[in-house]
């Protein structure tokens, strides 16, 4: 009986993965599998972030400047549309470079690496 209640929870354990499970309202669950134009992205970004604006899903895509202005940052709906796009100044928080994305909430990095291996 042990051993038939370790294999069941072992089993549990397995074959729950919430890890890639983020819930969206673009109709998938692996936004970076299940989204061609998403997983694209990953080939020339440094960053992917999943966000809700207005009660939708919209993914943020940051690729970032050796220069001194800060990273080029776009906004994109769940069907690949450009929302906005604009450079994130680090030395200034500048407000109103893009609406959109002062009302981000719930932002979730899903995607991440380092372009320039530094």
Same mark, same amino acid.
């Given at each position: 009986?042990?051993?038939?209640?370790?294999?069941?929870?072992? $089993?549990?354990g397995l074959?729950? #993965?919430?890890k890639d *499970?983020?819930? #969206? &309202?673009? $109709?998938?669950?692996?936004?970076?599998?299940?989204l061609s134009?998403?997983k694209?992205?990953?080939?020339?970004?440094e960053?992917?972030?999943?966000a809700?604006?207005?009660?939708?899903? *919209?993914?943020v895509?940051?690729?970032?400047?050796?220069g001194?202005? $800060?990273?080029?940052? &776009?906004?994109?709906?769940?069907?690949?549309t450009?929302l906005?796009?604009f450079m994130? *100044?680090?030395i200034?928080?500048?407000?109103g470079l893009? +609406?959109?994305y002062?009302?981000? &909430?719930? +932002?979730?990095?899903?995607?991440e690496? #380092?372009?320039? #291996?530094w």
């Amino acid at each position: 009986m042990r051993y038939l209640l370790l294999i069941l929870l072992l $089993g549990l354990g397995l074959s729950c #993965n919430k890890k890639d *499970v983020i819930p #969206n &309202t673009c $109709g998938v669950k692996r936004p970076l599998k299940d989204l061609s134009w998403l997983k694209a992205k990953t080939q020339t970004v440094e960053s992917i972030s999943q966000a809700r604006y207005q009660d939708q899903t *919209v993914y943020v895509t940051v690729t970032s400047s050796r220069g001194i202005a $800060g990273p080029f940052v &776009t906004i994109y709906s769940c069907d690949g549309t450009k929302l906005c796009d604009f450079m994130l *100044v680090r030395i200034y928080n500048q407000p109103g470079l893009c +609406e959109i994305y002062s009302q981000l &909430t719930d +932002e979730k990095v899903i995607f991440e690496q #380092n372009l320039y #291996n530094w």
